[in-house]
């Protein structure tokens, strides 16, 4: 079956540092990914999406490249600030049939802190 | 507009009740999922409907949960005889269907379950 996994956190940086969260998956066919992000007492969001190898998706100076032939969407941000402090999930969804929608399949979450 | 709501926001219940938790899916949306994420862990997928077809089911834990949804409005995941490692957050979503690429799944707030 389908499975996500990321790095372990939690994260702790201090402000403008460099983020890498990493992010592999396995899955049959070709998944579309995703980057979902849950701020401290709100709903989670989506941040950024590929959805086939080699796109790159990007949001407020987040980056992830789907890399098929890594199975990764590792996310980046080249200087990150007190306000991306949350929680991150990497997640793919099934491309099957040609339907655009279906289940998400959704890593464990990495807790970000970022410091002044 | 307005986003996916969910209700209650909280509920305590004790061991062996049923409960009922309810979804407002964004208006028009005709995909309607439910997730569930216990303390520490990522999201779990539990159910998801599309139209008037078949629910996907597959990923409901036990016959204890069931859901319900009429045509493209309210949803209800109803769990009976609840147990202790029911305790999670239950998260509804919703989003548009066509043809890919991906569609995005909107989230509620979530409803947390603390069984007793």
Redesign the interface.
């Known amino acids: 079956g389908n499975s996500?996994t990321?790095m372990e956190g939690p994260v702790t940086l201090s402000e403008e540092a460099f983020l890498t969260i990493n992010c592999t998956y396995t899955a049959t066919g070709y998944p579309?990914l995703?980057w979902y992000v849950q701020y401290p007492g709100?709903?989670?969001?989506?941040l950024l999406?590929a959805?086939k190898a080699d796109d790159k998706g990007s949001n407020k100076g987040f980056e992830a490249t789907y890399r098929k032939e890594t199975t990764s969407f590792h996310l980046e941000k080249g200087s990150v600030q007190v306000s991306d402090s949350a929680v991150y999930?990497c997640?793919l969804?099934e491309?099957a049939g040609?339907?655009?929608?279906?289940?998400?399949?959704?890593?464990?979450?990495t807790i970000l802190t970022v410091h002044p | 507009g307005a986003g996916v709501s969910q209700s209650p926001s909280n509920k305590v219940t004790e061991k062996g009740k049923d409960v009922e938790l309810r979804c407002d899916p964004i208006s028009g949306h005709t995909a309607l999922y439910w997730y569930r994420q216990r303390l520490g862990q990522g999201l779990e997928f539990l159910i998801y409907f599309q139209g008037n077809s078949a629910p996907d089911k597959s990923g409901l834990p036990s016959d204890r949960f069931s859901a319900e949804r009429t045509g493209e409005s309210v949803s209800t995941l109803t769990i009976q005889r609840t147990q202790q490692e029911d305790s999670a957050v239950y998260l509804c979503a919703s989003s548009s269907t066509g043809g890919v690429p991906a569609y995005e799944q909107y989230f509620g707030p979530g409803t947390r379950l603390t069984v007793t």
Request: hydrophobic share 30%; proline share 0%.
């Open positions: 996500v990321q579309s995703f709100e709903g989670l969001q989506l999406k959805t999930f997640a969804k491309n040609g339907t655009s929608y279906g289940k998400l399949t959704f890593g464990q979450g």
